[in-house]
């Protein structure tokens, strides 16, 4: 089978998640025979819209020079550009006679004009479309609010727009595509001039009295994605949560749930029990200090702890919280360096995963229970359907993660570890990715 992937890029100049389980989950297709490609937007240069090949490990790469923006974390402050025609879209038939893929499998609309997905159509190329974020229907893609909630009403153009307005500048978007910021978004520095502007632009955000404006590109923004995934055969979930709300606002769109993986994991039973007072738990958090990430849901229910005097050990790892005050247990740690999630969540008696917002996956969780260690995650995760019950609390509930976590010495008891069907090898993942293929692929 001919498979042409669309993604955000290759490593080390993308990374991340959903370029991980793409580079991996191509690797794999190679290795089982099949030919793969790649399309993915580069860099903006002078000139008209065109497409560089290239190989990359086997793989036959196709990047896009002057693609549409990328839309990056607190949404798009100028939507025209995003919806721009493509004044070369002979660049992208090209592609797809060169290639001539059987089906496209697409991680990320960002950045690939419209008429790629039209020609592909027009072409009788299936498109299946995973579920990393929420780009097809909120511009923030992660469907929460300039106040750091959920988006209970869904996108309208207005809303999006007020969400949106402290989002990232047409300029500021290219710098970040380009080669040069790359190469140095690493850096300590660059790290830290890039936490001072998320705490900037969350502060401004989370300010609910300032005039907020009304503009008819954002409604164009939210309608040029409809029009994309109008072309999409099927939708592949990567959790039932994904799911429900793709079918919400996609309900003629068939799917597929096929939760994903990564390389590196394998099968661990859960660590002997050791019988400890509650103070004696030590747990580890993974990811950043805004909101929808449920840090302060975190925060406040380790001080509803040390109000019952119990002072469990939390370790805090993100490359955030210059602004968080000394807290009695809480460890700030850092980053965590890459290959080194999977041996660090071994030291600890489970892992916390306060989401606020409709978290698509959540790879922490899977990593921690394929370890043989305990999640302690709200019913926001889209990984808590591998959670038992009595480790789920309700989101934005600190007094309900409190319960949970008081409850944890008895409930890790219950403990089983990861359900032994889940297709953890990337090999048994490809496989289910393969039949759902199969049902809209037409071989002649």
């Not at 001919?2 to 990374?15: A, D, E, F, Q, Y």
């Not at 632009?201 to 994309?228: G, H």
């Not at 849901?297 to 939390?314: R, W």
């Amino acid at each position: 089978m001919r498979i042409l992937h669309v993604s955000l890029g290759l490593p080390p100049l993308r990374t991340g998640g959903l370029t991980r389980y793409a580079t991996e989950l191509m690797l794999e297709q190679l290795r089982e025979g099949n030919e793969v490609g790649l399309l993915y937007p580069g860099e903006f240069l002078p000139g008209h819209t065109r497409v560089l090949r290239g190989t990359w490990r086997g793989i036959a790469t196709f990047r896009v020079i002057n693609p549409l923006p990328v839309a990056l974390t607190f949404g798009v402050a100028e939507p025209e550009p995003f919806t721009l025609d493509c004044d070369s879209p002979a660049a992208y038939s090209g592609v797809l006679s060169d290639f001539a893929p059987d089906v496209i499998h697409v991680h990320s609309f960002m950045g690939v004009h419209r008429e790629f997905f039209d020609i592909a159509s027009d072409s009788d190329i299936p498109i299946v479309f995973t579920t990393h974020d929420y780009y097809p229907i909120c511009p923030r893609s992660n469907l929460v609010n300039y106040a750091g909630r959920l988006c209970a009403d869904g996108p309208d153009g207005s809303r999006c727009l007020a969400c949106c307005e402290d989002g990232m500048t047409l300029r500021k978007s290219i710098i970040m595509q380009s080669k040069s910021y790359s190469l140095l978004k690493d850096f300590s520095f660059t790290r830290r001039l890039r936490a001072c502007v998320k705490r900037k632009m969350t502060c401004e955000s989370s300010d609910s009295s300032k005039p907020r404006t009304v503009d008819a590109n954002c409604f164009n923004l939210l309608s040029y994605n409809i029009s994309i995934m109008d072309r999409v055969s099927m939708v592949l979930c990567n959790s039932p949560i994904s799911g429900q709300v793709y079918s919400h606002y996609y309900p003629k769109l068939k799917q597929a749930l096929i939760p994903i993986t990564h390389d590196g994991l394998s099968f661990n039973s859960p660590a002997s029990i050791s019988n400890k007072d509650a103070s004696d738990f030590c747990f580890a958090y993974l990811g950043g200090d805004r909101r929808y990430k449920g840090f302060m849901t975190l925060i406040d229910a380790i001080s509803s702890l040390h109000e019952i005097n119990l002072y469990p050990t939390f370790d805090i790892y993100g490359a955030e919280y210059e602004t968080l005050p000394e807290v009695r247990g809480v460890r700030k740690c850092g980053l965590l360096p890459g290959g080194s999630v999977l041996p660090t969540l071994k030291n600890y008696d489970a892992v916390i995963v306060p989401s606020l917002w409709l978290e698509t996956f959540g790879f922490v969780v899977l990593e921690a229970l394929s370890s043989g260690i305990p999640v302690i995650c709200s019913d926001k995760v889209g990984a808590s359907f591998l959670v038992q019950p009595q480790f789920i609390f309700n989101a934005d509930d600190s007094f309900d993660l409190t319960r949970r976590i008081l409850e944890f010495p008895e409930a890790r008891k219950q403990f089983s570890g990861l359900r032994p069907d889940y297709p953890l090898s990337m090999s048994d993942h490809a496989r289910l990715v393969a039949d759902a293929y199969g049902q809209v692929v037409r071989i002649q």
